[in-house]
């Protein structure tokens, strides 16, 4: 079955500092992935979508300039957090999809972010 | 190694009733997620598992049993808008999320 892994799996940092996830799909080329937030609620915010070699759409509310998205080739994403703060820790899952927003999208591992 | 296992996809009809199993092997366990995903959209959370039993939540309920390795999802009265996949994952002992595949549920008429 198609595997997405996310490095690191967990990572904490200073306030202040900026923090690169990384997500890869290993073996199918992603034309789309998708970053999520998830609350103590447990539900998942959409953050914003990324296809191969071009700019990320960011949901509404979700500070583009912020939450830097590169999605350079087709099985690899980064999500870099600029200027962590606490508000900002958090778990970050990825998912990725071989086709659009309505093929199967398979998920990420999830990497878990405490920013002191 | 760590995985999970569910039906790739079920057919039900419109008012009845269906269970989507969801077995898991993990490196320890720290609880069961349920989520819904309509085509296009993010994921719905639907409910969370630790302990063994049933937890109701309105028209769906959720039960895990640890020692087996096993949840199901149950959907009562289905509805045509019930028409989605049902996601399930399992946490390990490092709170990672393993992700089944998906269930694809088709509801007819």
């Known amino acids: 079955g198609a595997v997405v892994s996310q490095h690191p799996s967990r990572v904490i940092c200073k306030s202040g500092t900026s923090v690169k996830i990384e997500c890869r799909s290993l073996d199918f080329q992603a034309t789309t992935m998708f970053w999520y937030r998830q609350f103590p609620k447990k539900s998942l915010m959409l953050m914003a979508t990324s296809n191969e070699g071009s700019k990320a759409t960011y949901e509404q509310g979700v500070e583009k300039d912020k939450f830097l998205i590169n999605h350079a080739s087709l099985t690899l994403s980064t999500l870099t957090v600029t200027s962590a703060h606490p508000e900002d820790s958090s778990f970050y899952i990825c998912?990725?999809?071989?086709?659009?927003?309505?093929?199967?999208?398979?998920f990420g591992p999830g990497t878990r972010l405490l920013v002191l | 190694g760590q995985n999970i296992d569910q039906p790739t996809e079920m057919t039900a009809t419109e008012g009845a009733i269906v269970q989507i199993n969801c077995t898991y092997q993990?490196?320890?366990?720290?609880?069961l997620f349920w989520y819904q995903q309509h085509a296009g959209e993010a994921p719905t959370f639907l409910s969370y598992?630790?302990l063994d039993g049933l937890e109701e939540k309105g028209r769906f309920s959720s039960f895990l049993s640890r020692s087996k390795g096993y949840s199901y999802l149950l959907l009562k009265e289905l509805q045509m808008k019930d028409s989605a996949s049902y996601l399930c994952?399992?946490?390990?002992?490092?709170?990672?999320?393993?992700w089944g595949a998906g269930t694809k549920l088709i509801i007819k008429p």
């Open positions: 998912s990725a999809t071989s086709g659009d927003s309505r093929e199967t999208q398979y």
């Open positions: 994952a399992a946490m390990d002992s490092n709170y990672q999320l393993i």
């Open positions: 993990t490196s320890g366990f720290n609880g």
């Open positions: 598992n630790v």
